[in-house]
């Protein structure tokens, strides 16, 4: 069973930065497709980003783009989510999770076909 465990949210200002991570162990996660979700109380969890399991092609929600990076460490079986210029709409709590259900080029999909979940990371915005 892959475990992982998210570290790194707070409070920031906005326009500032964080940078979370998503350790894993159990599994290497070379294997997994690894998403990035947030949940905003009183709302539907969202994908926020996501990075293929073979060759690193990357998704970023509109919202994000440009502003959040994700990257993979292999070599330290850990997954990051770069986040700047961060607004107050950004405020969740951040998931990270991982599948092997897709091949290996694919990471895009809903909440639901993501199987293994860390237990989240809160992220405030506010000045």
């Known amino acids: 069973q892959l475990q992982l465990v998210e570290s790194g949210g707070g409070l920031v200002q906005p326009g500032g930065s964080l940078r979370l991570s998503c350790a894993a162990s159990?599994?290497?996660?070379?294997?997994?497709?690894i998403g990035w979700f947030r949940q905003a109380p009183g709302k539907e969890r969202e994908g926020v980003s996501c990075i293929t399991s073979s060759d690193d092609r990357v998704y970023y929600m509109d919202s994000v783009k440009g502003r959040f990076t994700i990257s993979r460490d292999n070599a330290k079986n850990t997954v990051y989510l770069q986040l700047n210029s961060l607004k107050p709409e950004d405020t969740a709590v951040y998931y990270c999770?991982?599948?092997?259900?897709?091949?290996?080029?694919?990471?895009?999909?809903?909440?639901?076909?993501?199987?293994?979940w860390g237990q989240g990371t809160q992220v405030t915005v506010s000045s």
């Open positions: 999770a991982g599948t092997r259900r897709f091949a290996g080029t694919r990471c895009y999909a809903p909440p639901r076909e993501y199987d293994s």
């Open positions: 159990g599994f290497t996660l070379d294997y997994y497709a």
